[in-house]
């Protein structure tokens, strides 16, 4: 199978932007309020910069996700990485609604924790989910994730703090 993640790269704009615009109906219950600006090459190019320069720091491993066909359907980025006693990152992912239901975020799931623990090191890999996004908790499920906990109002999505559910993977834990 080829691999189902990659580092982002800068020329990744345009397919990101067309993602985007294709499927900002569709992410919008798990996004962010996003400007238009966002959804355009240059808006993209910009994230994608942005993006790099934390991966430079240390600070996130931004990647696309890829089909069978190797085409960008999507974005996982390990981010929020500590080091020192924590050893520690967040995760988050999306995938265009055309590539859902495939396995694919599951697949791009277990690379990215299998890179946190080997060449990362890392101990410790979180992911929140909406208390109502069902098909994401399924897939931490799937990737061996357990729930620790609800967060009360944790991060602003669609214009107003709500709930998520925390889950997370240590590195040891097999994947159930």
């Known amino acids: 199978m080829a691999p189902r993640i990659r580092l982002i790269q800068p020329t990744d704009d345009i397919a990101l932007a067309d993602l985007h615009a294709r499927n900002r109906e569709f992410l919008a219950p798990w996004d962010p309020l996003r400007p238009d600006e966002y959804f355009t090459v240059a808006g993209q190019r910009t994230d994608i910069d942005a993006a790099l320069a934390r991966h ?6 931004p990647f696309v996700v890829l089909d069978d066909d190797g085409e960008v359907a999507g974005r996982l980025t390990l981010s929020a990485i500590v080091r020192g006693a ?4 967040s995760m988050g992912y999306w995938l265009s609604q055309d590539r859902t239901g495939r396995g694919y975020a599951t697949q791009a799931v277990n690379a990215a924790v299998d890179l946190a623990f080997t060449e990362l090191a890392l101990h410790r890999v979180q992911a929140a989910t909406l208390v109502s996004n069902s098909a ?11 729930r620790i906990g609800l967060a009360p109002r944790y991060l602003r999505i669609a214009g ?7 889950f997370q993977r240590v590195s040891g834990d097999a994947p159930t």
Do not use: M, P
């Open 56 to 61: 430079r720091a240390g600070e996130a491993v």
């Open 86 to 89: 924590f050893q520690s990152c």
């Open 136 to 146: 994401s908790q399924n897939v931490l499920s799937r990737a061996g994730f357990e």
């Open 160 to 166: 107003r703090w709500q709930d998520h559910l925390l």
